[in-house]
């Protein structure tokens, strides 16, 4: 019997199953913090591109549209933002707390998952947390995807337009 190793990416490496936990979450979240990855253009460098904060407009206007609440986590690689309970000085007993996910760089309204969660009191250590209306969701939404898409209409028009014949290549114009 002939054993036959191809290994088209040079030098052959043993590899232990052990040395990868069976969970596919597990081995996506170890191969991002040991910077592995398919990548198209960016050469051998390693770690992500966190260029989502500054060039997508839903995460802008979502930061904008939570600018009065603190935050506990705002996650731009991994699309998420938490914020902290936040109540109102006149009525100290009832607060909220809103998480939002990006599921996609569109502005779109399946692109985000928001949940407001409603935290009552009646004493400090009497408290019942509710996730709240999804009135309250749908209004966050509906302001987040108006801001976006304000944001997006804002950068196409300051881009200057250029005539369609300095578009073209001198490939494509023969």
Do not use: H
Not at 48 to 66: P, V, Y
Not at 80 to 95: E, K, R, V
Not at 149 to 161: G, I
């Amino acid at each position: 019997m002939v054993v036959t190793n191809l290994n088209s990416c040079g030098i052959y490496r043993p590899v232990s199953a052990k040395d990868y936990p069976p969970e596919p979450e597990k081995r996506v979240q170890k191969n991002i913090q040991e910077g592995k990855g398919f990548q198209i253009m960016g050469g051998n460098k390693k770690g992500g591109d966190f260029n989502f904060a500054t060039s997508n407009e839903m995460w802008r206007a979502s930061l904008d549209i939570l600018d009065f609440m603190p935050l506990t986590s705002a996650d731009y690689g991994g699309g998420l933002i938490i914020t902290d309970w936040y109540s109102d000085q006149n009525d100290s007993n009832d607060s909220v707390k809103i998480s939002i996910r990006f599921l996609s760089n569109e502005i779109r309204a399946d692109a985000l998952k928001i949940q407001v969660f409603s935290k009552e009191c009646k004493t400090d250590m009497n408290c019942k947390v509710l996730q709240s209306n999804p009135k309250i969701e749908n209004e966050l939404k509906v302001a987040i995807l108006k801001k976006a898409a304000k944001y997006k209409k804002d950068m196409v028009d300051s881009n200057k337009k250029r005539p369609l014949n300095t578009i073209l290549t001198s490939d494509d114009k023969q």
